[in-house]
T-cell receptor
Framework: EPEVTQTPSHQVTQMGQEVILRCVPI?????FYWYRQILGQKVEFLVS????????KSEIFDDQFSVERPDGSNFTLKIRSTKLEDSAMYFC????????????????FGPGTRLLVL | DAKTTQPNSMESNEEEPVHLPCNHS???????IHWYRQLPSQGPEYVIH???SNVNNRMASLAIAEDRKSSTLILHRATLRDAAVYYC???????????FGPGTRLSVLP
């Protein structure tokens, strides 16, 4: 069964450095998402992306964050200047279109990237 | 998004059925009821979803109350691999992101 993949699985960075987290969504999916989960806390929505633009974003997704789909397969999350509080698991998800042309409701999540900011 | 309420934790014995409840008294007519689970150190995984009728798939069953103000996820025979946090989430038909609550942490005892 096709699955969402994410790289790297772990990343350690210094505060203030830029990081890019990469995701390869399932190939026929059209909607893409980033979520994060701080250790011991709930999964939080960051941003959704459709038709090459952001469709929705949360308060967490400030100017330090950006997303891109540079080549039609990868979907990336960039954090420009990391802070200690950015340490978390970051999950990418994608959603497949419904068979009737409408939007299927099932999101498929990747295994996550564990980001540690020192 | 409408809010859901779930117990913080539940325990079950291996090979016994598990009923995980979810209350969603402010659900609207177009909200789908979704269940996801998160195994330790993994991303959320789709379990099942429904709108009004009960649903069955290879993983679980979803029983939806007639007034839709509550639902129950049923695992027919719990295994140790079913130990996870289970999330009940409401989503509009053309909604975008999921809003995750704290979920129910299910422990399965051998």
């Amino acid at each position: 069964e096709p699955e969402v993949t994410q790289t790297p699985s772990h990343q350690v960075t210094q505060m203030g450095q830029e990081v890019i987290l990469r995701c390869v969504p399932i190939s026929n999916h059209l909607y893409f998402y980033w979520y994060r989960q701080i250790l011991g806390q709930k999964v939080e929505f960051l941003v959704s992306f459709y038709n090459n633009e952001i469709s929705e974003k949360s308060e967490i997704f400030d100017d330090q964050f950006s997303v891109e789909r540079p080549d039609g397969s990868n979907f990336t999350l960039k954090i420009r200047s990391t802070k200690l509080e950015d340490s978390a698991m970051y999950f990418c998800a994608s959603l497949r279109p419904g068979t009737s042309g409408g939007m299927s409701e099932t999101q498929y999540f990747g295994p996550g990237t564990r980001l540690l900011v020192l | 998004d409408a809010k859901t309420t779930q117990p913080n934790s539940m325990e079950s014995n291996e090979e016994e059925p598990v009923h995980l409840p979810c209350n969603h008294s402010t659900i609207s007519g177009t909200d789908y009821i979704h269940w996801y689970r998160q195994l330790p150190s993994q991303g959320p995984e789709y379990v099942i979803h429904g709108l009004t009728s009960n649903v069955n798939n290879r993983m679980a069953s979803l029983a939806i109350a007639e007034d839709r103000k509550s639902s129950t996820l049923i695992l027919h025979r719990a295994t140790l691999r079913d130990a996870a946090v289970y999330y009940c989430i409401l989503r509009r038909v053309r909604g975008q992101n999921f809003v995750f609550g704290p979920g129910t942490r299910l422990s399965v005892l051998p």
